[in-house]
């Protein structure tokens, strides 16, 4: 069957409420969206007097390393195709978008002494444009990709690197400020300073337990600066939050739990506990054990860095709404605790991670369909901090190219009722739910092998032709209507369309 038929088709069941039971809808103020980041779609990364990035040095250095051996100097090629997203956009009828700014294109030495004016003008024209649509522009100001320039300096084990994120801030709430009411400083610390420091990802440091935690700690100092900056000295029109990621980390066994709940404090509690606990500080159980690691490893100190009480007292608090990015589950087991000689995360943290083989697999070796998860990881934010409002800024799902991404369906809708159960049975404070990705992308270290968009981008053609799946027209279904199609619907679908 032709994908356009299809495609209609989905939305003539979807859409027909009376034929099944009742729907689930989402509360009335509830919001969707979708996200990219900059580095994954724009493209364009040496146009006019845009600075190099960390992944556009490292791509260029190491094309080996990354799975296809591609880089994103073009990818969608976003820049030169703005208004062809923006139409997306409308088209999903999506409330507001998630997109990233990328540093060295707004001020390419890295420091605030030179704006440039194409770079500003460009984020310019696709802020007017989404309010012109009625699309609310919720921006990540950092999103993984450090100007060269910075990192030449030690990237974000310098402290000083926080003071210029601070100033790169300042540009931006100058420059957009009066029409961005959303703000996310960093998207996934975690991730960054776990893979960028002590992985495979850029700036390729090999430092995990050392440089790891010297990034999370200028990272936190950074946040608490510029969420200071915006409130206090900026006339702040909106919010401003970080988005934290985590799958969810289920205890294996019952004599896993103490495992369990470690993994979650070094992987969510490492920059959810400075900020939203009402002590504040690292986790205690961080603090601990990579105190008494770094003893044992014979050195003077403690690898995890140590914050002055006016730090402490300076980062809590600073989110209005707490940001979640959340894909998967694991299950979590007692590591083989020992001493290494070769300090590491993963040492420090002692806990073995699987997944269960019967759970749906994706495109991504990670990535695994787990709804029941993410009903969990919501519900323990709420229990553990003392119930904030969040959104949910990134779930989503890769899959192979093609447009009939019935997985991707599944995926969402299953999500989405986990949701909804979340929300409204567990009382678990939500406030959005964002989509990721809006359209295929650069996939960091896994190039253009996965898939994550709601559009099928054709990469082979001149144009970068955008084309929608069948997950656009079930997104959008939900998106413009704030209900769940019924499962039996969902069903349906599933079987013709298969
Ligand atoms: C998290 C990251 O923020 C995003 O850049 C990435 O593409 C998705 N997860 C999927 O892996």
């Known amino acids: ?157 310098n402290p000083a690197v926080a003071d210029y994120f601070k100033d790169y801030a300042r540009v931006l709430f100058n420059t957009f400020g009066d029409r961005v009411e959303g703000w996310i400083t960093f998207n996934e610390p975690y991730t960054f300073c776990l893979s960028g420091y002590g992985g495979n990802d850029a700036p390729g440091m090999q430092s995990s337990g050392f440089e790891t935690y010297l990034c999370g700690h200028n990272i936190l100092r950074a946040h608490a600066m510029t969420y200071h900056l915006y409130h206090n000295e900026m006339d702040a029109r909106g919010f401003i939050t970080i988005t934290l990621d985590m799958s969810w980390m289920e205890a294996a066994t019952k004599d896993d739990e103490d495992a369990a709940e470690r993994a979650r404090q070094f992987i969510f509690g490492w920059f959810a506990h400075p900020i939203l606990s009402k002590e504040g500080d690292y986790p205690p159980v961080m603090r601990q054990r990579i105190d008494e690691l770094s003893r044992k490893q014979n050195f003077p100190r403690s690898r995890l860095p140590v914050f002055t009480p006016e730090e402490v007292k300076s980062l809590k608090g600073t989110v209005d709404i707490i940001g979640l990015n959340t894909y998967s589950a694991y299950l979590v087991s007692e590591g083989h605790s020992k001493v290494d000689k070769t300090p590491s995360f993963q040492n420090d943290m ?33 229990e553990t901090y003392n119930n904030p409002p969040i959104v949910v800024t990134e779930n989503g799902v890769s899959t192979v190219p093609g447009l009939k991404d019935v997985s ?15 929300i409204v049975e567990d009382k678990v404070d939500v406030r959005g739910y964002t989509y990721w990705s809006l359209i295929d992308n650069f996939e960091w270290m896994r190039g253009f092998s996965e898939r994550f968009g709601l559009y099928e981008v054709d990469y082979a053609s001149a144009n970068k032709r955008r084309t929608p799946r069948l997950s656009a027209a ?25």
């Open 474 to 498: 079930y997104y959008s279904n939900v998106a413009r209507t704030s209900c769940l199609p019924t499962p039996q619907a969902v069903t349906w679908l599933r079987n013709h369309l298969q």
């Open 1 to 157: 069957m032709e994908v356009a038929i299809r495609i209609i088709l989905f939305c003539v069941v979807l859409c027909h409420g009376g034929t099944f039971a009742e729907k689930l809808c989402f509360p009335k103020n509830f919001l969707f969206g979708v996200s990219t980041s900059a580095f994954q779609i724009e493209g364009a990364w040496n146009y006019s007097d845009k600075g190099e990035s960390i992944w556009d040095r490292y791509t260029h250095q190491h094309p080996e390393r990354v799975f296809d051996h591609t880089n994103a100097d073009v990818a969608a090629d976003s820049f030169h195709h703005l208004r062809e997203d923006i139409k997306l956009l409308k088209e999903l009828g999506v409330q507001y978008y998630r997109f990233s700014i990328a540093w060295s294109r707004v001020l390419p030495t890295g420091f605030s002494n030179v704006v440039s004016t194409d770079g500003v003008k460009y984020y310019n024209t696709l802020i007017d444009e989404l309010i012109a649509a009625g699309i609310k522009p919720l921006v990540t100001m950092y999103h993984y990709d450090l100007p060269q320039s910075l990192q030449d300096l030690g990237g974000w084990t």
């Open 408 to 422: 991707r369906v599944s995926y969402i809708d299953g999500h989405l009722r986990a949701l909804h159960a979340a």
């Open 350 to 382: 002692n806990v073995y991670l699987r997944q269960d083989p019967t759970w749906p697999r994706s495109n991504s070796s990670w990535l695994r369909d787990v709804p029941w998860g993410f009903r969990k990881i919501l519900n323990w934010i709420k």
